[in-house]
């Protein structure tokens, strides 16, 4: 486990970006007038240095409001300031950022950006705020208020997605990929959390009380050529690989991926199992790899980690904490309360925990503990950390 301290680099309004080739990437912001500065850096780990990327001013109406995309060695970040979004592309061999797009956008109706690759991106827009009295709920129920826009980077063309289940259903995954020299998209089609879903079907509801089709849920493949071409037919129903679905009795969620697999997990509500499925990209022929049994975890919690596709559980009583994995690991700990939430543990030696404390001003503090699992050495930090491979990256 290596330690890289940036600390003093931080401002109150930061965020990590990335480790890339001995540099760690970020932003910070700065609030003036209403507006937000906001500059990109990297910290080379070797000169001990920080270099500022931009050159230029860039100005955003919410620091906050943003998703930071990262493919191969580029960072790409969408920038919505006055009605206007700007696309800026950060490359990180050459450490150079560009301007590669920009577009009108009402910020009252903007609702996110998917990117799928570099070339393609979708705007999510909700138009429920503009009509303010004028609401109609069964127009919301149907989905009429929300709208997807496919934007082709490199020509400027742009397609409304007709079909409801991205419109509606991308919570959390539409993740591309390239196999093989071939795009590829991974659909998570979701309306509800977990518990949402089960609680659900425990107070036996039908399918017309679910909001939106809710009760459905699947994971999907289809090649990006195709995506994009069905949309520019204004296709309705697009052609998915559909892998596995549920309605009512179970919930599936995508579980990440690797060079060869994509993994999902289902669950059965009647019989409390959980199956961890892994789908080779190559001939979608699926392989039950996992199960767990809800009825046996007691009280126990589960925590998931769909980054490294690890599972553990997690229950304590007075004075401890313990920590067991379930999937992809073989954790088998405790420690005290004191040291707060488990974050993660390194190189099967250095635990990992957070917590924070708040004074009588308000002010929020994060802490960060380090405790050698050999020798019981424990150290604490003030700051947040951030993990890449073995290294620990601490910042404020």
Known sequence: ???????????????????????????????????????????????????????????????????????????????????????????????????????????????????????????????????????????????????????NIKDCGK???????????????????NYKGKEFLVFEEAYMEDWEQEEAYNENCNKDKYHRNSFRESINVISLNKFVDKIKEKATNLPFYQIHK???????RYFGMDEINIYYRTKKFNTGIETIYAVNKETLVEEKICEIDFNKLGNNKLRYHVENRKIYSEHSDELKKYVKGIYNSNLDINFEKKLGNFHTVLDDEYLLTYYWEEDSQDNYYDYMVIKNLINNEEKLYQGLAYISGDLVILCK
Request: proline residues 1%; charged residues 30%.
């Open 1 to 151: 486990m290596g330690i890289i301290d940036i600390r003093e680099y931080c401002n109150e309004n930061f965020e990590y970006v990335k480790y890339h080739n001995n540099k760690v990437y970020y932003c910070k912001g700065w609030e003036l007038e209403n507006k937000w500065i906001i500059d990109f850096y990297f910290y080379d780990i070797k000169e001990n240095i920080e270099h500022k990327i931009n050159k230029i001013k860039i100005i955003t109406s919410d620091f906050y409001n943003k998703k930071i995309y990262l493919y191969k060695n580029n960072i790409i970040i969408p920038i919505i300031n006055d009605n206007e979004i700007k696309i800026f592309r950060i490359d990180m061999d050459l450490n150079i950022i560009d301007e590669i797009y920009k577009f009108q956008i009402d910020e009252e109706i903007y609702s996110g950006i998917d990117f799928l690759g570099m070339d393609y991106f979708i705007l999510y827009i909700d138009e429920s705020n503009l009509e303010n009295e004028k609401f109609d709920v069964q127009k919301d129920i149907q989905g009429e208020y929300i709208k997807a826009i496919l934007y």
């Open 159 to 177: 397609y409304e997605i007709l079909d409801k289940r991205i419109v509606l259903g991308v919570r959390d995954y539409l993740e591309y990929f």
């Open 246 to 252: 549920t309605e009512i009795d179970g919930w599936t």
